[in-house]
């Protein structure tokens, strides 16, 4: 199988003896993985020599490539459509509030398709999926339905495994890898070329690879962020760095909430319960993402307070990337009408029908 051959291209542990591979290696690798041709051991062993290894341009590239090919993908060459890629996974003390953001976006004009998921391990943290569903607007799992929404609402959700099901059938082996892998960064990228985005990264020197792969996968705008626990909604403690991708330039960008008066001493987080029991996680708390749903509801009936300080940035991210508001103030003043004259909520209930 293709994987045991590439296991020994990456090398051993020290990398002395071991090379990266190339997009075309990357490619075939992939879609050996995504077709069901390799075992879950060797897949495993594959997904943990990359992530210790760190993941190239290329390979990215080559994954993502893989993956499209496979994918049925929504809104390919929709005109002003922002893809919203927050982490699959989700999250254990954050708020989703990249759901906020994304209606407030669609009330101020800009065709949103947001891309979720629930129950995605090893965290299976709280998740857009998991507020959209609470909320009365569950992610869809139709591609034709979510592109007719995107045209005649401005907003859409699906679920990630809609797009490439495969995703579903690397469920257990992410489970028994028990740590966050290349996959995580993969299924963020299986979005319209055409489209701008917005995603999340993790902290550390990943912003650069990060916004090169976006540029090499064909898209002509985007911003990737490193946000509150890898999502794409910026800190209200302290600065947020980004890149801004604009055609062929990239662009640093930093979000500082008191450049805009919406600094706060703490962030907005979900409320504390003990630990989930073997196997779960935050998103499968029942309690919890009530409360995340209820979060955003608030912050789209205009309640003021830490989260909807952090929507109003995220809004005011993609806003500029999606070239409706050429500066991050401008965004900014953007996000604030459109929840504070009832355009962001206005989406909502359209969507709830």
């Keep these: 199988m293709i994987l045991r051959d590439l296991l020994r291209v990456l090398g051993s542990a020290d990398r002395r003896d ?10 075939r690798a992939f879609g050996a993985i995504l077709d069901g041709e390799e075992s879950e051991i060797t897949t495993g062993a594959f997904l943990i020599a990359m992530r210790w290894k760190g993941v190239t341009v290329e390979e990215l590239t080559g994954f993502a490539r893989a993956a499209r090919t496979r994918a049925r993908i929504p809104c390919e060459g929709m005109g002003g459509l922002c893809c919203l890629c927050p982490p699959h996974d989700g999250a254990d003390f954050d708020p989703p509030l990249e759901v906020a953001a994304g209606f407030v976006a669609a009330g101020a004009g800009v065709r949103i398709l947001l891309v979720s998921d ?22 869809s799992w139709d591609v034709a ?42 299924e963020k990228l299986i979005v319209p070329s055409s489209a701008a985005v917005v995603t999340g990264a993790q902290h550390g020197p990943v912003l650069g690879v990060a916004v090169e792969t ?3 996968l064909g898209h002509p705008n985007g911003i990737v962020i490193q946000g509150m626990g890898g999502s794409l909604v910026p800190n ?6 980004g890149i801004e991708l604009s055609g062929d330039h990239q662009v640093p960008l930093t979000v500082e909430p008191a450049d805009f008066g919406l600094s706060v001493q703490d962030n907005p987080e979900l409320p ?15 309690h919890l993402v009530r409360a995340a749903g209820e979060i955003v509801e608030e912050v789209l009936k205009g309640e003021t307070g830490s989260a909807r300080n952090a929507t109003i940035l995220a809004a005011a991210v993609i806003l500029k990337a999606a070239g409706r508001a050429p500066t991050l103030a401008e965004g900014v003043d953007q996000a604030v009408g459109s929840i504070d004259q009832g355009a962001a909520l206005g989406q909502l209930e359209r969507i709830r029908g």
């Design 145 to 186: 339905e979510v592109e007719q929404k995107v045209e005649k609402i401005g907003f859409a959700a699906i679920a990630a495994p809609a797009i490439l099901p495969a995703l579903l059938e690397l469920r257990r082996v992410r489970g028994e890898v028990g740590v966050r892998t290349p996959l995580s960064t993969v």
């Design 236 to 241: 209200l403690k302290r600065r947020t760095r």
């Design 214 to 216: 976006i540029s090499s």
């Design 118 to 139: 629930s129950g995605v391990p090893p965290r299976r943290g709280v998740t857009a999926g998991d507020a959209l569903r609470h909320l009365g607007a569950p992610l």
């Design 272 to 286: 504390m319960y003990g630990p989930p029991e073997e196997g779960q996680g935050t998103g499968d708390n029942p």
């Design 18 to 27: 071991g090379r990266n591979l190339t997009h075309e290696e990357a490619f």
